[in-house]
């Protein structure tokens, strides 16, 4: 998405860059600091891209503080935001409303931007951390820590340590079969499964209080969120941003061959670790604030690459948009069966499962081996 | 088998069969055996007070009248039921596997199991609660499950990569799982009345349950019978199978219904239960070759084993109180869809 060129030769200091027209598509940014020249390519549709998303974003979060069990005009939400109006609107929205928004759009977009990063790293579009069993190894590590069994630590680290456990034992089974294929897909599902299980198997063990408190984990919902956990979610998602966006040049050369990487002067290695830990890092913190939603993880991404250009890899625009499928998800399982709440993590199964099949079942697709 | 072979070949393969008959006669012997000694541990072993050495003395006879009762009215139905849920998975697991070529299928992967029981949610929403009623119910999501692996199957691209298949059958398995949590969310009734089912469980099986299903278990089990041979034709292939007389559209869908019948009768009693279709046929295949009439007969006994074994577990792990049986299962069964998707040859059906 965005592109640093350094410009090598002394003696073209004193030369406006505006003689070489950017590439079409783009525009150049470019200034002078200590003495350099610096520009920066932004890929025009990819910037349309992104600004249309937060403007969605922007609105469905609005949508989000409006609707509930107390309908309020988008004005009287507003007035309530900053403080004003009645009390009661006040409470619901700056106490209530708000604190699940904010919820929503950062596990939306830890998700997506996991994902993208995951499925660029694996050049396989449906390695995402939620098939690849990596969800469900957080989840169930975040269930042992909730459950209490043995460790006395709080869900946020015990899920990092899960997904880390889950991410090393998928990609240590794939080191035969390589990560580009079905049988990496497939292998992570096993994977899952059996994390999955170890978290049936903590949940019949413990009393039923116990059980009910760990059972917002198991499906995915934003209602039993843990405000520490959110916190670590927050700290840990605005580094990853910019961490990210600084890999986004070096993950678009990523996509091609490791050769070509390499040829091109990436750290192939050191870009791939780093990008792997920042996708596990940002799922697991993610998995601890609202369990375990990872096929926002495939839906983000995959809106984002139909709205941006295919030179880059839209990881801003996949955060966006993973965030705008959250909010939306969260609000539609609020309102659909008004008094029941429908939890996030079901709405995304139905809705991202037959999207899922789609890709699957399209006849040529552009990503896989 | 109809092409003209030489005298010599003709008499090796007499040997060969022979000799693997007498094989297959071994093995069923020694499995029965297993069989018989896993049911008496299902017996003897449980979650409560009752311990072996009481529940001993109740077979031999003896034995107070509370021991008396859990092993006859507790251990004993829910032996017998295990032993037919294993028989029917195990068997659809190898019939399905012939029929998708895939030796990834499985009832439970593919999402079979799933729609039988997001057909019995939505049948008791709509104000069911017969337990005849919920077979053929479970037996229809299951067909429809069935249908729809089978025309995913036939899609180019996806029929032909076994692991792909997988995939999308774990997709919609997830599917169908998130629809049936919907309908436990809005109508509570149904949800206490099915909750402790859509996990997958033996505990608190009735003889009357067994009785349920055992007529559409026979019923599958003739047609299992009639298509056996047709199905070993088909294995080699839809020409050889045609030109040997067989009708490979017949078959496929004959099949289909068995496995519907039997997936569908299996989860009705026990819940959705994963991988004992997938690991069953494995074993069964590693013992017997590649004969699916060979692999059926031993998938009978192979069935019951796994799944006592894990109800077992399930009952022991957790001593007081018990888990679902689909997590033993799970646990038994993901190392094998692992190691069987890492061999560099998967095995072509």
């Known amino acids: ?155 946020p680290p015990m899920a990092l340590a899960g997904a880390a456990t889950a991410t090393a034992i998928t990609f ?55 405000d520490v956990a959110l916190t670590w979610l927050l700290c840990g998602l605005a580094p990853g941003i910019v961490v990210a966006c600084y890999l986004a040049r070096a993950m678009r050369i990523l996509r091609f061959s490791d050769a070509v990487a390499q040829g091109l002067g990436h750290r192939v290695r050191a870009c791939r670790y780093v990008a792997l830990a920042l996708s596990v890092a940002l799922a697991a913190l993610a998995v601890a604030v609202a369990g375990p939603v990872g096929l926002v993880g495939l ?69 896989q081996s | 088998m109809t092409e003209p072979i030489s005298h010599e070949r003709v ?108 057909a019995v949610a939505i049948a008791l929403v709509l104000g069911a609660s017969a337990a005849t009623l919920r077979v053929s119910v479970a037996q229809l999501g299951a067909l429809c499950g069935c249908l729809f692996v089978l025309a995913m199957a036939r899609v180019n691209g996806v029929g032909s990569d076994p692991v792909r298949l997988v995939l999308a059958g774990a997709v919609l398995s997830g599917l169908m799982g998130a629809l049936t949590s919907v309908i436990l969310l809005v109508d509570q009734r149904s949800a206490d009345e099915i909750r402790f089912w859509v996990i997958g469980s033996l505990a608190g099986r009735r003889l009357e349950d067994l009785r349920a299903i055992l007529p559409s278990l026979s019923f599958a089990g003739v047609l299992v019978v009639v298509i056996a041979r047709p199905l070993a034709a088909l294995a080699l292939g839809e020409r050889v199978a045609v030109g040997l007389g067989h009708h490979p559209r ?30 069953v046929p494995f074993v069964a295949r590693a013992l017997a070759g590649p004969d699916i009439r060979r692999a059926l007969w031993l998938a009978l006994p192979l069935g019951p084993i796994m799944i006592l074994c894990a109800d077992i577990l399930a009952r022991l792990l957790v001593a007081p109180s018990e888990m679902p049986l689909g997590v033993v299962t799970a646990l038994v069964g993901a190392p094998v869809l692992i190691a069987v998707v890492r061999a560099h040859r998967l095995p072509a059906l």
Request: charge should be positive; glycine fraction near 12%.
């Open chain 1, 1 to 155: 998405m965005r592109t640093r060129t350094l410009t090598p030769p002394v003696n073209l200091m004193n030369r406006r860059h505006t003689s070489v027209p950017p590439p079409t598509g783009t525009w150049r940014l470019g200034w002078t600091l200590a003495g350099r020249d610096y520009a920066v390519l932004i890929d025009r549709r990819a910037c349309f891209a992104s600004l249309g998303l937060l403007v969605v974003l922007l609105a469905i979060s609005l949508l989000s503080l409006c609707l509930g069990s107390l309908a309020l005009s988008p004005r009287e939400a507003l007035a309530g935001l900053f403080g004003h109006g009645a009390p009661m609107n006040v409470f619901v929205v700056r106490e209530l409303r708000l604190a699940r928004l904010v919820a929503g759009v950062a596990t939306g977009a830890a998700f997506a931007l996991s994902g993208c990063l995951m499925q660029t790293l694996a050049r396989n579009r449906l390695a995402t951390p939620g098939i690849v069993g990596i969800d469900n190894g957080a989840t169930a590590f975040a269930v042992a820590s909730v459950v209490g069994v043995g460790v006395s630590l709080s869900p």
């Open chain 1, 172 to 226: 240590a089974l794939a080191s035969d079969v390589g990560t580009r294929g079905y049988r990496f897909i497939v292998a992570g599902i096993g994977v899952g499964a059996v994390f999955g299980a170890l978290t049936q198997l903590l949940m019949s063990r413990v009393a039923i209080d116990a059980a009910n408190s760990a059972y917002p984990w198991t499906v995915g919902s934003l209602n039993a969120r843990d």
């Open chain 1, 299 to 367: 839906i983000g991404p995959e809106i984002a690459r139909q709205l941006s250009s295919h030179r880059g890899v839209p990881l801003i625009a996949s955060a966006l948009a993973g965030a705008v499928v959250m909010v939306a998800a969260d609000l539609v399982g609020r309102l659909l069966l008004a008094p029941i709440e429908v939890p996030v993590g079901i709405v995304t199964a139905i809705v991202g499962a037959p999207f899922l099949l789609w890709i699957l079942l399209r006849p040529a697709p552009r990503f």
């Open chain 2, 11 to 118: 008499s090796c393969r007499e040997r060969l069969s022979s000799r693997e008959r007498l094989s297959l006669v071994k093995l069923m012997l020694i499995l029965l055996t297993g069989l018989g000694l896993v049911s008496l541990m299902s017996l003897l072993f449980g979650a409560g007070d009752v311990g072996p050495v009481a529940a001993w003395s109740v077979l031999t006879g003896g034995g107070s009248d509370d021991a008396r009762f859990v092993v006859e009215s507790l251990r004993l139905p829910r032996t017998l039921v295990g032993v037919a849920v294993g028989m029917a998975l195990g068997v659809a697991g190898s019939l399905i596997q012939a029929v998708a070529r895939n030796p990834l299928a499985e009832p439970g992967l593919l999402g079979v199991s799933a729609g039988s029981a997001l």
């Open chain 2, 250 to 279: 017949w078959i496929r869908l004959l099949c289909i219904v068995a496995v519907a019948m039997l997936v569908g009768a299996a989860t009705a009693v026990a819940g959705p239960i994963a991988f004992v279709g997938l690991v």
